[in-house]
């Protein structure tokens, strides 16, 4: 492992995380493993889960409810994929913030040693978090391959998507699970904004039902973009947005670089706390 430091510029953090990718590694595959263990089917669960909630989607949304997803007044393709792509992107980011408030006070033994890099637990939940959406991506494709037979080749486009998706994910991390150690109800108020973030992102509409007047507001939720983007290159078969996705980007380090500012300038006070 290599040293620690204390410094808060965003170099820092990415020395880090190259210095300390095997810990990170690790840390992330003990996450995945933990969850699961004790369980009949063990790690089958991650594939058995995302592959049942297609199934409903489909039942439902597609048998019962003969629901299609319009845009401008043509049916762009099945409402449960639409849903399942949006909830993909929704799922990797809320299961890291909901985790993040405790993620310090959970680990206080690792506060305790001076030598542990505590930034990289956060970049190690978003490794456990991302494979969870690579696993629900892998389900989809097997469901269009089997029901549909074809995927767009525009499915080679998704790691753009991902990318500004861990580093948003990463910097929440960093500020919620800081937060977390000295405010303890921070984990109450990320339930419910997690909430309101489920509902005022495209996972169950499309942004052109949404009033005209209303979208700026909705823009404002940070999945809103990447929901509308990932369904671009994995159902609609279109190339993504790519000088959205750089601004997107550009901004997403930005606050991740002011994010690890800020978890650097408060771990010094972690020990007293915990």
């Not at 089958?44 to 007044?73: D, E, N, Q, R």
């Not at 405790?102 to 190690?124: E, G, H, M, R, T």
């Not at 750089?246 to 010094?268: C, D, G, H, P, V």
Request: proline content about 4%.
């Amino acid at each position: 492992m290599a040293a620690v430091t204390t410094s808060i510029f965003p170099l820092s953090a990415l020395r880090s995380m190259v210095s300390n990718r095997h810990l990170i590694w690790q840390l992330a595959r003990r996450d995945v493993l933990v969850r699961y263990r004790g369980s009949m089917i063990g790690i089958a669960w991650s594939f058995v889960t995302p592959l049942l909630m297609l199934g409903i989607y489909t039942f439902f949304f597609t048998v019962i409810f003969k629901s299609h997803w319009i845009i401008g007044g043509a049916t762009r393709g099945s409402f449960a994929t639409a849903m399942f792509v949006g909830l993909i992107i929704y799922g990797a980011f809320s299961e890291c913030a909901s985790r993040a408030p405790q993620l310090i006070v959970a680990n206080a033994n690792y506060v305790k040693k001076i030598i542990f890099p505590l930034d990289v637990l956060s970049v190690a939940s978003v490794m456990a978090s991302l494979f969870h959406a690579l696993i629900g991506l892998i389900v989809y494709i097997c469901f269009m391959l089997v029901f549909v037979g074809s995927i767009p080749s525009t499915l080679l486009f998704f790691p753009l998507i991902l990318a500004p998706l861990a580093v948003i994910s990463v910097a929440t991390s960093w500020v919620l699970g800081a937060l977390g150690v000295y405010v303890r109800d921070i984990g109450q108020t990320v339930g419910v904004l997690l909430m309101v973030m489920l509902y005022t992102s495209p996972i169950f509409f499309p942004m052109t039902s949404v009033p005209e007047k209303f979208r700026a507001y909705l823009n404002f939720n940070p999945l809103t973009f990447l929901i509308e983007q990932a369904r671009a290159v994995l159902l609609w078969g279109d190339v993504p947005d790519f000088h959205g996705l750089l601004s997107y980007m550009l901004k997403a380090l930005i606050f991740a670089a002011i994010a690890f500012a800020l978890f650097q300038k408060t771990r010094r006070g972690f020990a007293d706390v915990l």
